[in-house]
């Protein structure tokens, strides 16, 4: 039997700070790209699997507090890999070291503020250390 869950168990940290509180979106990707290594001898193309790239998306309501998103993205912009850590049911999850590659922050004048981020892991153990996420 497989058991369901529900998003809202979800937790997300960055920098050691809880944002599942004001996020409405999590999304962790796992790229891998393909490498052709077809020979000139081959009659059909050939491909070897490239290295596994991780990327965590976020988005959700922007709130301007110290220790919340805004602030704990935007001191991590341009700077070394931080720690990040992402359980989808509340107990279980992934987690390393990312740097964020990207952080918007959109005002709609008939909406809420919110923001989205996106933030690409380089590290299991120690930034930059090449290994993949640990998932416990």
Same mark, same amino acid.
């Given at each position: 039997?497989?058991?369901?869950?529900?998003?809202?168990?979800?937790?997300?940290?960055?920098?050691?700070?809880?944002?599942?509180?004001?996020?409405?979106?999590?999304?962790?990707?796992?790229?891998?790209?393909?490498?052709?290594?077809?020979?000139?001898?081959?009659?059909?193309?050939?491909?070897?699997?490239?290295?596994?790239?991780?990327?965590?998306?976020?988005?959700?309501?922007?709130?301007?507090?110290?220790?919340?998103?805004?602030?704990?993205?935007?001191?991590?912009?341009?700077?070394?890999?931080?720690?990040?850590?992402?359980?989808?049911?509340?107990?279980?999850? @992934?987690?390393? @070291?990312?740097?964020?590659?990207? @952080?918007?922050?959109?005002?709609?004048?008939?909406?809420?503020?919110? @923001?989205?981020?996106?933030?690409?892991?380089?590290?299991?153990?120690?930034?930059?250390?090449?290994?993949?996420?640990?998932?416990?």
């Amino acid at each position: 039997m497989c058991a369901r869950m529900h998003g809202k168990a979800a937790d997300f940290v960055f920098n050691a700070v809880a944002l599942e509180d004001e996020l409405n979106d999590i999304t962790l990707n796992f790229d891998v790209p393909e490498a052709e290594i077809t020979s000139f001898a081959d009659v059909g193309q050939n491909f070897l699997a490239g290295k596994v790239g991780t990327k965590v998306d976020i988005s959700g309501f922007y709130d301007p507090a110290a220790a919340q998103g805004d602030a704990t993205i935007f001191a991590a912009l341009g700077g070394a890999a931080v720690t990040w850590d992402f359980e989808p049911d509340g107990s279980a999850g @992934y987690d390393g @070291y990312a740097f964020p590659t990207s @952080y918007s922050i959109k005002c709609p004048v008939n909406g809420p503020v919110t @923001y989205s981020a996106s933030m690409r892991h380089n590290g299991g153990a120690a930034a930059g250390d090449g290994a993949l996420p640990t998932r416990s």
